[in-house]
């Protein structure tokens, strides 16, 4: 089976991230705290609230900030093009999962010579998060896939109808913001990723 990841959208109040997670997260594997706009503290607050609401600590990721993941005990931080290298925080934090954020071969290749865990990757379709950014498609996840040996999560306009193209392409993982975090029926709709992706198991 598949990972599923939730990404924050950063627009949201704490209140209503927390309760959309608390709502979805027995569906997902991971859940992100993608809030660049905010500092540590509030960040933490986040986390403290999450882990109130009943969200595991090894679900939650935390973008960027090492130091809350660590403080936190959470289960992995979210590499940025900015942020710290894979490398420097295996050296320091080994038990921490490290993902990172790649928009090219190039990139994901690095992130894997400096040990990270997975590499997030996209956008694979037309997504509004990313307006004016041509997506990269299928074939381009095809090619990441082949080429490097650690997991690639996909990300980027994924609905429910990609997902199997999306794992035939070789990706092991979706990672959604937008459908979860802004829809009518939040639960309703992890649900029905978590149904296609039960479905695409045989493509592994």
């Given at each position: 089976m598949g990972e599923l990841h939730l990404i924050?959208?950063?627009?949201?109040?704490?209140?209503?991230l927390v309760h959309i997670s608390s709502l979805v997260h027995t569906y997902a594997h991971f859940i992100h705290i993608r809030e660049k706009h905010r500092p540590a503290k509030e960040i933490g607050i986040i986390v403290e609230k999450l882990l109130q609401a009943g969200v595991p600590a090894e679900k939650i990721v935390i973008n960027d900030r090492v130091d809350v993941a660590v403080v936190y005990g959470v289960g992995g931080v979210q590499l940025a093009h900015h942020s710290l290298s894979p490398k420097r925080v295996k050296?320091?934090?080994?038990?921490?999962?490290?993902?990172?954020?790649?928009?090219?071969?190039?990139?994901?290749?690095?992130a894997e010579e400096e040990g990270a865990d997975y590499v997030v990757f996209g956008n694979i379709y037309e997504t509004s998060c990313k307006e004016g950014m041509k997506p990269r498609g299928i074939p381009a996840l095809q090619q990441l896939t082949c080429r490097?040996?650690?997991?690639?999560?996909?990300?980027?306009?994924?609905?429910?109808?990609?997902?199997?193209?999306v794992f035939m392409a070789?990706?092991?993982?979706?990672?959604?913001?937008?459908?979860i975090f802004y829809?009518?029926?939040?639960?309703?709709?992890?649900?029905?990723?978590?149904?296609?992706?039960?479905?695409?198991?045989?493509?592994?």
């Amino acid at each position: 089976m598949g990972e599923l990841h939730l990404i924050s959208t950063g627009k949201q109040s704490i209140d209503a991230l927390v309760h959309i997670s608390s709502l979805v997260h027995t569906y997902a594997h991971f859940i992100h705290i993608r809030e660049k706009h905010r500092p540590a503290k509030e960040i933490g607050i986040i986390v403290e609230k999450l882990l109130q609401a009943g969200v595991p600590a090894e679900k939650i990721v935390i973008n960027d900030r090492v130091d809350v993941a660590v403080v936190y005990g959470v289960g992995g931080v979210q590499l940025a093009h900015h942020s710290l290298s894979p490398k420097r925080v295996k050296e320091r934090f080994p038990f921490l999962r490290v993902g990172r954020s790649v928009h090219t071969f190039e990139e994901a290749k690095q992130a894997e010579e400096e040990g990270a865990d997975y590499v997030v990757f996209g956008n694979i379709y037309e997504t509004s998060c990313k307006e004016g950014m041509k997506p990269r498609g299928i074939p381009a996840l095809q090619q990441l896939t082949c080429r490097v040996h650690i997991p690639v999560i996909a990300i980027g306009g994924i609905q429910p109808a990609h997902v199997r193209d999306v794992f035939m392409a070789g990706a092991k993982g979706i990672a959604v913001m937008s459908t979860i975090f802004y829809g009518d029926d939040p639960l309703e709709m992890v649900r029905l990723y978590r149904k296609q992706m039960g479905e695409s198991t045989w493509t592994f």
